[in-house]
């Protein structure tokens, strides 16, 4: 029910497919956001950025502060922040974990320049569902979830910094297992030992 590339690097599922899947009795991951974006098309920041004397304009087919800042909140861009972009975190309540809960994932915003939350959803997916099956689900290069992440939004044309950390909700025990059943053969791979995969990617031109 996958659908591997040449590499054996795997692809996000379809809509079509998991609808298939869903049919003949399979369960997939289902995304829960927990954040929203501070972009400049959301109602409370636009009204922050034109309140103090900044626009929002739409540039390469996204809204900007200015016509140049795709965020409405960063710790740098100085220069935008006499026109409403803040620094200050935007804090929220969270519900509390269920067994339900298998992933936390935190990622930037050059993550999801070419992937949705579902389509990161349904990368975890397929990396769980076909653990037990010694898939190769990375390339050779990746070692993490977040490795895994990563290295498909640049597949898929990103070209922004892009950060990601991957937490697995299961028992570290359970998750590290799952990882070495799941990623390589490779006799000198590294594992982490904590249910914690991290991965950073800076592009030279950002």
């Known amino acids: 029910m996958r659908q591997t590339e040449r590499d054996g690097s795997v692809s996000v599922w379809n809509r079509e497919k998991y609808k298939l899947a869903s049919s003949h009795g399979f369960t997939h991951f289902a995304v829960k956001e927990l954040t929203s974006d501070h972009h400049p098309d959301r109602e409370d920041e636009k009204t922050r950025v034109e309140a103090a004397g900044g626009q929002v304009l739409n540039w390469g087919g996204l809204p900007r502060v200015n016509g140049q800042l795709a965020i409405t909140r960063a710790i740098g861009d100085v220069f935008f922040k006499s026109y409403g972009v803040i620094s200050a975190p935007e804090v929220t309540d969270w519900q509390?974990?269920?067994?339900?809960?298998?992933?936390?994932?935190?990622?930037?915003?050059?993550?999801?320049?070419?992937?949705?939350?579902?389509?990161?959803?349904?990368?975890?997916?397929?990396?769980?569902?076909?653990?037990?099956?010694?898939?190769?689900?990375t390339s050779s290069s990746s070692y993490s979830l977040a490795d895994f992440i990563i290295n498909t939004a640049l597949k898929k044309g990103s070209m922004d910094n892009m950060a990601a950390v991957v937490v697995p909700l299961e028992s570290a025990k359970s998750s590290a297992n799952s990882l070495r059943r799941s990623y390589t053969e490779s006799e000198d791979a590294g594992f982490p030992l904590f249910g914690l995969q991290e991965s950073a990617y800076r592009s030279s031109g950002n």
Do not use: I
Not at 122 to 129: A, F, M, S
């Open 96 to 137: 509390p974990l269920t067994a339900n809960d298998s992933y936390l994932v935190a990622a930037s915003d050059g993550v999801f320049e070419k992937l949705s939350v579902q389509d990161v959803c349904d990368l975890l997916w397929e990396v769980h569902r076909f653990s037990d099956m010694r898939s190769e689900c």
